[in-house]
């Protein structure tokens, strides 16, 4: 079992930047695949990007690339999402979670999805 909570959120201008962070509690934390995801007002959850267990493979969904950064600390058990370059498009509530399945880009596929936290970019 996996426990994660989302931090880091809030109202920015569009080019800021924000870095989101997702604490997680439990032993398996390292052994999973993590995911962010993004839902805004109206759409359906979207992916954002993922991170292997190691680090060694990243993944990003078409609309965040070269703008945003996902990393991970095992010690801390702590998944971060770097976002630069902020866009008024990228407000949404952020969650983060574990994948479950084995396809990255499948929100279907994940679990122990968090709380959320909210940001705003605006113009």
């Known amino acids: 079992q996996v426990q994660l909570v989302e931090s880091g959120g809030g109202l920015v201008q569009a080019g800021d930047s924000l870095r989101l962070s997702c604490v997680a509690s439990?032993?398996?934390?390292?052994?999973?695949?993590m995911g962010w995801f993004r839902q805004a007002p109206g759409k359906e959850r979207e992916f954002v990007a993922a991170?292997?267990?190691?680090?060694?493979?990243?993944y990003y969904g078409d609309s965040v690339k070269g703008r945003f950064t996902i990393s991970r600390d095992n010690a801390k058990k702590t998944v971060y999402l770097q976002m630069n370059s902020l866009k008024p498009e990228d407000t949404a509530v952020y969650y983060c979670?574990?994948?479950?399945?084995?396809?990255?880009?499948?929100?279907?596929?994940?679990?122990?999805w968090g709380q959320g936290t909210q940001v705003t970019v605006s113009s």
């Open positions: 979670a574990a994948l479950l399945g084995s396809v990255v880009f499948d929100k279907r596929g994940y679990g122990y």
């Open positions: 439990g032993r398996t934390f390292s052994s999973y695949t």
């Open positions: 991170i292997s267990w190691s680090a060694g493979r990243t």
